[in-house]
């Protein structure tokens, strides 16, 4: 069998990449970091388990990759919402609900990485991230900062205290006052953004749309081999 092309071979380590990302997320959102292993990720994806190494240098810059790629496909997609704005105040609006819509939704897995954050690493710089804080940096200067390099810093710090504090086990303070808090700071009405419990159940459910991977039902669907190896 002859060789595969360098297309193909680079469309099969994104969709495996793809496919490691989300089943971190599901794993650890079911499960907790501690009880989710790379074994156990990997099943999940359908890869081989080398692949997981091939990627990504331990469980938890796994997880928090996965994570970060969830917060900034969750904040695309509310800055997108229909009706679709360029008014700077509504988007960051939708950018502190999009947030805190997580900490309502998936409280083990945001949990888990505030307290991987905290951790010797830090913040993993990975494309995820990166996006992320594109994507919250463009808010803030659609908002009309003229020092977005000092604002978005703040930014990102209001919204971690605040998913902290929603989550923090025995003393958690209630979503809808934090978001109250958020709004009055930037000087947003309450009326503008997404409430985290406006979307309905079942999309908030639903992590596929954030993870583009294909079919795994068809031929082919076992553990993948090594990048760029041949098929056997």
């Known amino acids: 069998m002859s060789p595969r092309s360098p297309s193909v071979n680079e469309e099969l380590r994104r969709r495996s990449r793809e496919r490691l990302l989300q089943a971190a997320v599901e794993l650890v959102d079911e499960h907790g970091f501690e009880a989710t292993t790379l074994g156990a990720i990997a099943d999940r994806a359908g890869s081989a388990r080398g692949l997981v190494s091939y990627y990504f240098p331990g469980k938890r810059q796994l997880v ?15 800055l997108e919402h229909e009706p679709h704005s360029e008014d700077g105040r509504e988007r960051l609006a939708r950018a502190i609900d999009a947030i805190l819509g997580l900490a309502h939704d998936r409280p083990v897995l945001m949990r888990q990485h505030m307290a991987g954050l905290l951790q010797g690493e830090g913040f993993v710089q990975c494309p995820e991230q990166r996006r992320l804080a594109e994507l919250l940096g463009d808010t803030v200067a659609r ?5 977005v390099e000092v604002d978005y810093p703040m930014l990102r710090a209001m919204l971690m205290g605040a998913v902290y504090a929603a989550l923090v086990p025995g003393v958690p303070m209630p979503i809808p006052a934090l978001r109250a808090e958020l709004f009055e700071r930037y000087g947003l009405d309450r009326e503008l953004g997404l ?30 081999s090594e990048p760029g190896s041949e098929p056997g």
Do not use: I, K, N
């Open 195 to 224: 409430p985290p419990e406006s979307a309905p159940s079942a999309e908030r459910q639903d992590l596929s749309r954030f993870f583009a991977t294909e079919d795994r039902t068809g031929p082919g669907s076992g553990p993948e």
């Open 64 to 78: 928090q990759s996965a994570v970060h790629r969830l917060m900034h496909r969750t904040l695309e997609e509310a």
């Open 143 to 147: 908002y009309g900062s003229h020092h």
